[in-house]
T-cell receptor, first 115, second 108 residues
Framework: EPEVTQTPSHQVTQMGQEVILRCVPI?????FYWYRQILGQKVEFLVS????????KSEIFDDQFSVERPDGSNFTLKIRSTKLEDSAMYFC?????????????FGPGTRLTVT | KNEVEQSPQNLTAQEGEFITINCSYS?????LHWLQQHPGGGIVSLFM???GKKKHGRLIATINIQEKHSSLHITASHPRDSAVYIC??????????FGAGTILRVKS
C-alpha cells in the first residue's frame, strides 16, 4: 500500500540553525500539507500546497518557514532560524485529485528538537 | 472557544467493553476525520465522513451534520486498541482542525 514517508525521523539542531524536513508524498497525490504537534498539545495546521504554490497557511507559518517541491517527488519544509519553541513533531500529509473527497494520508512524522 | 471538542479526555476500559468517543464541532465543515495516534507518534486515518455512518472491522463512526456531532465506537475492545483517538474537521479550504484527542487505555 502506498504511504507517505518522512526523513529524518528525529532531528536535533541548535537554536538559530536552519533545518529542512523532507517528505515523499504518495505518488499520484496533488495536495500536500504540513502539520505540527508540540509535545502534549493538539496537532496544528501549518500550510497546504497545490500546483507548486501555497494554497493556505496558518498564522504559525511566518517568514521563518518555507515549503518547496523541488523535484516532483519530495516536499520539504524549511525553518530558516530555529527557535526553542519550534521543537515539535512535524507531520507531512498528502491527498489525491479530489480536494474535497480525498482523504489525507499522514507520514510517520519528524521529531524536531531545538536546543 | 475550541472549534473541535472531544470527550472524554481519558478513557480506561476493560477488554471486551464497548467504547464510545464523542466529538462536537462549532464550524462549518466539508468532512470529519477520525485518526489514531500511537505512542510512537504516527497518525493513521481511520475514517473520513461527511454524512451517515461508516464501519471498518470493530470500528464504527457516525456523524450528525445538523447537530455537529460525531461518535467513534469500538466494539469488543482489545488492549491493542490503546492509543490516542483524534477527531479532526476539514474546514474552508482543505486544512484540518484537530481536537485534543482522547487517550484510550484498554486493560486485559
Amino acid at each position: 500500500e502506498p504511504e507517505v514517508t518522512q526523513t529524518p525521523s528525529h532531528q536535533v539542531t541548535q537554536m538559530g540553525q536552519e533545518v529542512i524536513l523532507r517528505c515523499v508524498p504518495i505518488s499520484n497525490h496533488l495536495y500536500f500539507y504540513w502539520y505540527r504537534q508540540i509535545l502534549g498539545q493538539k496537532v496544528e495546521f501549518l500550510v497546504s500546497f497545490y500546483n507548486n504554490e501555497i494554497s493556505e497557511k496558518s498564522e504559525i507559518f511566518d517568514d521563518q518557514f518555507s515549503v518547496e517541491r523541488p523535484d516532483g517527488s519530495n516536499f520539504t519544509l524549511k525553518i530558516r532560524s530555529t527557535k526553542l519553541e519550534d521543537s515539535a513533531m512535524y507531520f507531512c500529509a498528502s491527498s489525491g485529485i479530489d480536494r474535497v473527497a480525498s482523504e489525507q494520508y499522514f507520514g510517520p512524522g519528524t521529531r524536531l528538537t531545538v536546543t | 472557544k475550541n472549534e473541535v471538542e472531544q470527550s472524554p479526555q481519558n478513557l480506561t476500559a476493560q477488554e471486551g467493553e464497548f467504547i464510545t468517543i464523542n466529538c462536537s464541532y462549532s464550524v462549518g465543515i466539508s468532512a470529519l476525520h477520525w485518526l489514531q495516534q500511537h505512542p510512537g507518534g504516527g497518525i493513521v486515518s481511520l475514517f473520513m465522513l461527511s454524512s451517515g455512518k461508516k464501519k471498518h472491522g470493530r470500528l464504527i463512526a457516525t456523524i450528525n451534520i445538523q447537530e455537529k456531532h460525531s461518535s467513534l465506537h469500538i466494539t469488543a475492545s482489545h488492549p491493542r486498541d490503546s492509543a490516542v483517538y483524534i477527531c479532526a474537521v476539514r474546514v474552508y479550504g482543505n486544512k484540518l482542525v484537530f481536537g485534543a484527542g482522547t487517550i484510550l487505555r484498554v486493560k486485559s
